[in-house]
């Protein structure tokens, strides 16, 4: 399948007319080509019958933006299948393969696992034999991975001159996450440091909490995370870029 740059022009100057634009000059700005390149353009799709004298679509320029931009959507489509067909995935073998054998694909204890065949859910392609036990290589994904569905909680405590007994917000936090259900605790700074020894808690994650926290909701884990008001606020940034990387993966943040 093949696209020429021309077609792509054309497509993307009609959508703009349907749209309602019809100056050059305006689907110039918004293409970001030249207004020549677009009355160039234009010439052709009037010559063909796409638009009128007043640069109106007409209804064989509908049938070819249609048609156009559905040969253009099989395109990407057969491209993306194309490009992850050529992907490798790490995954832990369960059992020995041979190389090209039918996998299935399934998460353990947040890992990539391949198992027996069964025809249902995930699965791919071994590139190279397989040993039990050993990692591996699978391509050609295909079907969505069962991961469970986890988020970030974030616990931010009052800084530390707003507070009057350590003792006191250390017991708050030890009732909200006895309270909570979760599989790894992460803390930032020295305040929430001191607040777990005094609850004798030894955190999953001390440094690089956040990029810890996305990674292990990735592979279907709950984390809190205490942390002070002021070092919530430094961190906002990076919780943002995570955030826009990953949209699925929920923020739950708490006040305590």
């Excluded at 027996?116 to 034999?129: D, L, N, Q």
Aim: glycine share 6%; with cysteine.
């Amino acid at each position: 399948m093949k696209i020429e740059q021309a077609l792509i022009s054309q497509l993307m100057i009609l959508l703009n007319i349907k749209n309602g634009k019809t100056r050059p000059s305006e689907i110039s700005r918004e293409l970001d080509i030249t207004i020549q390149g677009v009355v160039y353009h234009m010439k052709i799709l009037k010559n063909k019958g796409f638009i009128d004298d007043e640069n109106r679509i007409t209804k064989e320029g509908f049938d070819f933006l249609y048609n156009g931009l559905n040969y253009m959507e099989n395109f990407v489509h057969s491209s993306l299948i194309s490009i992850d067909s050529s992907l490798v995935w790490e995954v832990i073998s369960d059992e020995n393969f041979e190389a090209n054998q039918n996998v299935s694909l399934y998460m353990n204890a947040g890992y990539l696992h391949a198992g027996a065949y069964t025809g249902r859910g995930a699965h791919g392609v071994t590139v190279t034999r397989a040993v039990k036990g050993k990692c591996t290589g699978v391509t050609a994904v295909r079907e969505i991975i069962n991961i469970k569905k986890s988020r970030i909680v974030v616990l931010a405590v009052n800084n530390v001159e707003k507070v009057d007994n350590m003792v006191s917000i250390s017991q708050l936090v030890k009732n909200t996450l006895e309270s909570m259900d979760f599989d790894f605790l992460g803390i930032i700074g020295e305040m929430a440091k001191n607040i777990t020894d005094l609850l004798n808690i030894r955190p999953q994650f001390e440094y690089a909490t956040i990029n810890s926290a996305f990674e292990a909701a990735r592979r279907g884990f709950t984390t809190a995370i205490v942390v002070s008001e002021r070092f919530f606020h430094f961190s906002l940034n990076e919780i943002r870029e995570l955030q826009s990387k990953n949209p699925g993966i929920e923020l739950d943040l708490r006040h305590i």
